[in-house]
């Protein structure tokens, strides 16, 4: 199965499509959402603003996946998905966690997307305990590259202690 860890900035990547960890506006925010934004430039906030709403102020549902163009970025596309926030487990949060790798994976397919690189999605201001995103992102990961067939699939960590607890996810002891 290809799924690698990697410690990297997302921006930076030169893969076909990079995973925003974005929220239900679809307008921009603070970490990686924030720095995708920079650095693709002003023309992805105007690609994410023209898309449709499907209610006040919501372009993308939680657990569900947008795709614009990368602009600036060296990624050809932007995949915007949104986690969900931690409200303690026992709200669907794994199930929309794992949701949002499908759909970003679907998403991929439909576009002959080969190498697609994800942030920890929610694992940041959104406050999903590393450990427990990581073993439903990489279970949802598996399974659907099971059954749709294999892309080359980065997880991009920020950080070494990150990249610990993905690692050992996906290959545990
Ligand atoms: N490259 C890779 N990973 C990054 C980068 C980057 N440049 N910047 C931050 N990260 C990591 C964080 O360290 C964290 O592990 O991305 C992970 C997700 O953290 P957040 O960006 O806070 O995303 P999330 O927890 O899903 O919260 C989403 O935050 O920025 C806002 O608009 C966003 O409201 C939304 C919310």
């Known amino acids: 199965m290809a799924i690698e860890i990697i410690i990297a900035d997302i921006t930076q990547l030169d893969v076909d499509a ?5 929220n239900p506006g679809l307008l921009g925010g603070g970490g990686v959402d924030g720095a995708i934004h920079r650095a693709a430039g002003p023309a992805l906030l105007e690609a ?8 006040p102020g919501v372009r993308c549902p939680t657990g569900m996946a947008r795709i614009t163009s990368g602009f600036a970025l060296p990624a050809r596309y932007v995949i915007h998905t949104v986690g969900p926030v931690w409200r303690g487990g026992r709200a669907g949060e794994p199930a929309l966690l794992a949701s949002c790798y499908r759909e970003s994976l679907r998403l991929a397919r439909s576009r002959g997307i080969a190498g697609i690189a994800f942030p920890a999605i929610s694992c940041g201001v959104y406050g999903y305990p590393p450990e427990q995103a990581a073993a439903v992102a990489i279970a949802a990961l598996r399974d659907d590259l099971r059954e749709h ?5 980065l997880l991009c960590c920020f950080d070494a202690r990150m990249a610990a607890v993905w690692r050992a996810a996906l290959s545990p002891a």
């Open 18 to 22: 990079i995973v925003n960890a974005a």
């Open 149 to 153: 067939g294999d892309l080359r699939v």
């Open 48 to 55: 994410c603003r023209a898309l449709p709403q499907v209610s």
